[in-house]
């Protein structure tokens, strides 16, 4: 019997993260590192060497009370798409060792061909990648918890965000084995968008209209792939960069701030990490 073959269009993973609803917790980076063992050192409180794929970031709109106000803003890998997957660090990495995906839209890096040259990290506007100064190491019984899906990184590379991508081939491989070639939106999730407690993040298929994501962005091509959905932005979307990270708000001086625009009539440090 002659089994017809389906044909899906390339999907686009992304993320839609409510500013609105995020409380700042953390719960977010914690899963994150768990998942996907990430080591943590005694002192951590050098920010420039320690490591959080997914980052907390504090903003502030500058103003004393009763005008103040605060925002947390989650910051994981944007997953750039630039100009046909020229994203920034893709671009400049001269051992191809971090790559555009036009299957998933999932900017990887593979950790065996990385020499630690740092390119990458200059080049990201976003601060969202990481050089291992150490190798790893955990606490007597902690590597237990390991797990087995991911591997760890030695000494000398770097290391991002990867949207839990072993999460994906897991799917993908029951999805083929389900006789479909589809990935159901529960069945591929990030490790952050399911600790989230104030159902902040919204992690799917930007391409799929079935998909929450879809209908909360509302990406429209023939604007440029621009989010339609008035409360969304991108940060610093005017480099071009294209990302696949959207965030909400309803406040406008944190949508100008995304863009680093608030930053000229603010005096003082528009936002710093959060921990
Ligand atoms: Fe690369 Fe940085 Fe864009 Fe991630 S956010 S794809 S690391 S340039």
């Known amino acids: 019997m002659k089994h017809e073959q389906k044909h899906y269009p390339p999907m686009r993973f992304g993320m839609a993260i409510d500013l609105d609803k995020c409380t700042g917790c953390g719960a977010c980076m914690a899963a994150c590192m768990a998942e996907n063992n990430i080591p943590f050192r005694e002192d951590e409180s050098d920010k420039l060497v320690s490591i959080t794929w ?13 005008d103040m106000d605060t925002c947390y803003l989650p910051r994981p890998c944007q997953h750039c798409e630039g100009h046909g997957g020229h994203s920034p660090c893709v671009s400049v990495c001269p051992a191809t060792a971090t790559d555009y995906s036009r299957e998933t839209g999932i900017v990887s890096q593979i950790y065996t061909r990385c020499f630690g040259c740092r390119y990458c990290m200059g080049a990201c506007p976003y601060h969202a990648r990481y050089f291992n100064w150490w190798d790893p190491a955990w606490p007597d019984g902690m590597e237990k918890y390991l797990s087995p ?9 770097v290391e991002k965000c990867s949207f839990c991508f072993h999460r994906y081939q897991l799917a993908k491989n029951k999805a083929y084995l389900d006789g479909d070639r589809r990935i159901p939106e529960a069945a591929y999730q990030t490790a952050c968008s399911q600790a989230c407690p104030a159902g902040a993040i919204v992690f799917g298929d930007l391409n799929n209209p079935e998909h929450q994501i879809h209908q909360i962005v509302k990406p429209d091509p023939e604007k440029g792939n621009n989010a339609r959905n008035p409360r969304a932005f991108r940060l610093l979307e005017r480099l071009g960069t294209n990302t696949k990270v959207y965030y909400l708000s309803s406040r406008e001086w944190v949508r100008r701030a995304g863009d680093n625009y608030l930053a000229h009539e603010m005096t003082g440090q528009v936002s710093k990490p959060h921990h």
């Open 54 to 66: 997914m980052r907390m970031f504090e903003l502030s709109n500058g103003k004393t009370f009763p």
């Open 149 to 157: 899906n991911v591997s760890v990184r030695m000494r000398g590379v």
